[in-house]
Each structure stands twice: as structure tokens, then as C-alpha cells.
């Protein structure tokens, strides 16, 4: 497997738990006085976890 592949693996996989901890014990994020809403965490894990398994599956597809 690549370096940049297993890195970005891990960027993803990472961002993907932060949101499920953010989730788990319900924090709240504002931004300019704006609350995100925690389902835009839900579809945050979904995208990222999505990105590091097709990332995966590409770098062990044999040539």
C-alpha cells in the first residue's frame, strides 16, 4: 500500500471517530452563533467512513 493512501486512511477513520464521540456525549458546536445540529455528524461519519473503505479497497485491489 502507498503512503499517501494509508495516511489519508487514517485522516479519515479519525475524523469519522471525533464525530461519533461528538455524537456519543452530545457536544455542541457553534460557529458565528450558529449550532450545527448533531445529524450533521451522522452524515459526516457515514461520508468519511465511506471515503477510507473505497480508499482501502483501491489500495489492496490486485493489477
Known sequence: MKP???IAIVIFSFI???HLIRM???WEVIIHDIHIPLWVSGIAV????ELAYMLWR???QRK
Not at 457515514?46 to 467512513?49: D, N, Q, T
Open 4 to 6: 499517501f493512501a494509508t
Open 16 to 18: 469519522a471517530i471525533g
Open 24 to 26: 456519543f456525549f452530545r
Open 46 to 49: 457515514i461520508i468519511f467512513v
Open 58 to 60: 483501491e489500495s489492496h
